[in-house]
Every structure is written in C-alpha cells, then in structure tokens.
C-alpha cells in the first residue's frame, strides 16, 4: 500500500527539487509584485514564469487520473505530491494544480460535451484561463445545498440565470473566465432532481462582480472570493452540464476528489509549520534557556508529529480506497479526512505561531495567513458538522437490523 511507481517517484524528486529552486526563493516575490501592482487582481509576473518553467519540465496538471488529459496518476501516487504542493500557498497554481480549477476541470472532464470541453476545458488545461465555482449563497445556509435559490430557467434555445452568490473562489483574478453555477432549475422535482449545472462566462450581459470576501482580513490577490450577482445572465441551453435536474450528481462527483486535494495540501502546510517550529526552538533563547530545551515545548512539537502522522495515514487511506474500491464505498473515509486535516493543520500552526512569538503574526512569517487559509477548510466543500453527521450516519447503519431482524453488531459484518 506504501509503495510508490517508479513514475511517481520521479515526479516525486522532480517536484521537491522544484520547490526548493523555485517556489521557496520566490515566495516573496510574488508578494512583492502583488502589493506594488497597479491592478492587484492580476496575476503577478513572477506566476506566470514559473508556470511557463513548471510545464516545460512536465510538472503540469498531475491531479487529473485520467491520462488523456494528465498524468495518469492514481489518487494515492498523486496524495505525495499534493502534499509537496501544499507546502507553498502559491504552489499549486504553479503547478496548475489548484482549487477551484481542479474540481471544476474534472467536471469538465467527466461531465462536459466534446463543444464545453473545447470551449474551456483545453485553455484550463494549457492554464490559459481561470475559473470559479459558484455554489454558495448569503441568503440561505449553504451547507444545505437544497436551500440554494439562485434561478436557472429555461426561456426558448437559452437559460436565465438570476441569483446572488458569493465565495466565488478565484473569481477575482482577471484570467477568471468561466463560472459553473448552482442553481434551482425545477423546484417541483424531488429534493435531489431540483438543481441544476451551467457554465456562464464572466463576460457575459449581467454578470456583476460586487466586491472581494477577505478571510480574517486577507483578499487572497489575485486569486480572490468573489461576491456575484447574476442579473438574468442568458447563455445558450448547450451550456447545460450533463442536463437539468443533473447538479447534486455533478456536486457528489467533484467534491470526493476535490475535499481529499484540501487535505493533501493541508498535510504539507502543516508539515512545513512543524519543521519552522523545530529550527525556531533552536534558534531563539529566553529565560537564559533555549526554547527547545523547554519541556512544554518539545511536548508540544511530539504532539505535532502524532498529529500529522495520524492524519497523513488516514488521507492515505482514503486515496487507497478511492482507487481500489470507488469514491462511494470510500465516502466515510473522505468525510474522517476532511474533518481531520484541518482541524490538525490548524493546532500544527497555531503551535508553531506560539513558538514564533511576535513573528508568528506577521507578515514576515508564513504562519499567519496559513492559519487563516486553512480556517476556511473547515467550511469549505462542506463544514465539519456535515461531515461529521455523514460519517455517524454510515457507523450506525451497522446497528440497524437486517430481514431476518438481527443487527450487523450480531451477524459481525461491518456495513
């Protein structure tokens, strides 16, 4: 189960070199081009080269498992190398790598028409364009996704599309280019069968981006979170994802490999807050001690080594089992990961921001605005407490009697 391909472990090599060539020395770069930019929305020089670098050395599109369009990696290959990614907030992209391109590409992929795949999967593919997903709405509790209220409605060769939503992710960013939106096509059809998928390009009549959503502060430019109303936008009914009624389908198919991608990247955020703890400790003196000769502190840094342990292997798992025996039969497992992930990437650096003192908060450190990018994993693509009902709904399933009136606790199967 631990064994990597040979392939993998090439890329494997490839990317750790890479990172350490060019994502690390370049970080603050990329943050430099940002604040002095005249349009921070835009994507940053540095970006771009190292995209250009990244596909020349075919470090390109490594999360797509179908070989047509990637590289043909299982979702256990592709865990170690997400993680790798995760390192680093502007890795992923470099890579083009990146939520919410990955999942909306793999929507594309499994659920697009021949005309949806050439129109704007290839240029996501080539890393041409951006996209965003827009799900979420301010008026209803999203977590629920048979509240959304946002209008798809079919008038003649067209939809109407007209609703407001936010937390757009990457909608922001000027090479954002398509949206696939959520939304309410036949309220009289069964719970399930009422949403539907469309694409809508941003460029349409009535698409209006209001303003960016921060997170504890920070704007994620030039990726951003969008707020957007869709002001009867009209697109051609051929930009239908896979057909009305189809959404919750299409939702359940991108959210399993897109929640184990979060945790993939969060292992690797965590892992590299851990290992600036351990070379802080070491560096910095007080109370005419060194922080790492404190017993508090060197508990505090076994505990991280646990926690990410435990998290990394149960991730493992799961990518296992989705490649062995599917998404579905997996679907406790993906659920125990995105609880999991985040809610230990989250104590790693709020551990490692305690050791870092002052730093810790800065901007001088990375630790701060990891803290709040991984805070937003615990709503992301599903909040804990969703995740948590799912995962006790499938454990007492066991304990319900089968037709001859015994329990599987009795029969000792496991459900």
């Known amino acids: 189960m631990f064994e990597l391909s040979e392939k993998a472990k090439k890329l494997q090599d490839k990317l750790q070199a890479f990172m350490a060539q060019h994502i690390y020395p370049n970080e603050h770069v990329f943050y430099e081009q940002i604040a002095t930019a005249d349009n921070r929305w835009a994507p940053p020089p540095i970006l771009n080269e190292l995209k250009a670098t990244a596909k020349a050395q075919g470090l390109w599109n490594l999360f797509l498992p179908e070989s047509q369009f990637g590289a043909g990696l299982t979702n256990f290959e592709y865990a170690h190398l997400c993680e790798i990614m995760g390192r680093s907030h502007i890795a992923p992209e470099v890579f083009n790598c990146s939520a919410p391109d990955t999942g909306n590409m793999e929507v594309l992929a499994r659920y697009g028409s021949a005309e949806q795949q050439e129109q704007w999967l290839k240029p996501l593919l080539n890393g041409e364009i951006r996209s965003c997903f827009s799900m979420t709405e301010p008026a209803v509790a999203s977590s629920d996704a048979t509240n959304i209220s946002c209008e798809i409605r079919r008038e003649g060769d067209d939809y109407i599309v007209d609703g407001l939503k936010w937390w757009s992710s990457g ?185 870092h003192g002052a730093l810790g908060l800065s901007q001088d450190s990375f630790l701060a605005a990891a803290y709040a990018h991984v805070r937003t994993l615990r709503l992301a693509d599903g909040p804990d407490e969703v995740h948590l009902d799912a995962i006790a709904k499938i454990e007492l399933s066991g304990y319900g009697a089968d037709e001859h009136g015994r329990s599987h606790s009795q029969t000792g199967e496991r459900p």
């Open 171 to 355: 909608a922001m960013t000027t090479t954002c280019k398509i949206a696939i939106v959520m939304g309410k096509s036949d309220p009289s059809a069964a719970r399930h069968q009422q949403q539907s998928m469309i694409l809508v390009p941003l460029d349409a009549e009535g698409v209006e981006v209001i303003r960016p959503l921060t997170v504890f502060g920070y704007d994620h430019a030039p990726h951003g979170h969008a707020e957007i109303r869709y002001n009867k936008v009209r697109v051609p009914a051929s930009n239908m994802l896979l057909g009305e009624g189809r959404g919750f389908e299409i939702a359940q198919g991108r959210l399993g490999p897109g929640r184990i991608h979060h945790c993939m990247r969060t292992i690797g955020i965590a892992e590299r807050a851990l290992e600036s703890m351990c070379e802080r400790v070491h560096e910095r003196e007080a109370f005419g001690r060194q922080l790492v000769k404190f017993d508090s502190i060197r508990k505090d840094i076994a505990r991280c080594r646990i926690d990410i342990e435990q998290a990394r292997l149960l991730t493992l798992k799961a990518a296992y089992m989705m490649d062995t025996v599917g998404n579905k039969v997996a679907r406790q497992e993906i659920a125990m990961i995105k609880v999991i992930a985040p809610n230990m990437a989250l104590q790693v650096i709020d551990r490692a921001i305690q050791v």
